[in-house]
């Protein structure tokens, strides 16, 4: 999607978790149908013990795309310290930063808008819906237990 023109890409977000929760790629591609069944599937990818390593999910009718992609390791873990340090003295985030200390695996969700190539960028940005990132966010977050991030925003969901 990334390299495809009709695509734009709008912003990025994360689901942070512990690698041990790792799902597999057909608990994540059930999960995705469940919260909507006019969601595409394409791109699946998985590791050799059938765990997920990236999918797309296309939502036509909102004009909407998503990359996800596994990570873990050392970007991971200062992500996770660099929020934590961000977030120590917000009281309202301290169950959540709780929930941060075991992460160490995200999920990279890339959303993008689908151009139309007959409207202009405002005629594009009037049939853009991202109810589809937040639907898809709030699956994997259940599914992996784990912790949605806005970056942009520096907050967690």
């Known amino acids: 999607m990334s390299t495809d023109d009709r695509y734009e890409w709008r912003e990025t ?12 790629l057909g608990a994540v ?13 394409s791109g ?7 765990r997920i390593e990236a999918i797309n999910v296309q939502s036509p009718g909102d004009y909407s ?3 996800i992609d596994y990570h873990c390791g050392d970007e ?4 996770v310290e660099e929020l934590t340090q961000q977030l120590r003295s917000d009281r309202a985030e301290r169950d959540k930063l709780a929930k941060l200390k075991p992460c160490d695996a995200r999920f990279e ?19 853009f819906d991202p109810s589809a ?25």
Not at 13 to 24: A, D, I, K, M, Q
Not at 29 to 41: C, D, F, N, P, S
Not at 44 to 50: I, K, L, S
């Open 13 to 24: 977000y994360f689901v942070l978790f512990s690698s041990e929760n790792r799902p597999s």
């Open 29 to 41: 591609e059930q999960a995705v149908r469940k919260v909507g069944a006019h969601l595409q599937l």
């Open 44 to 50: 699946q990818e998985a590791d050799d013990q059938g």
């Open 65 to 67: 795309a998503l990359e």
């Open 76 to 79: 991971v873990a200062l992500q």
């Open 109 to 127: 969700i890339m959303h993008f808008e689908i151009m139309a190539e007959d409207l202009s960028s405002d005629e594009n940005d009037e049939i």
């Open 133 to 157: 990132l937040l639907v898809v966010l709030d699956a994997l977050v259940e599914l992996t237990d784990g912790v949605g991030v806005d970056p942009q925003s520096g907050t967690l969901l």
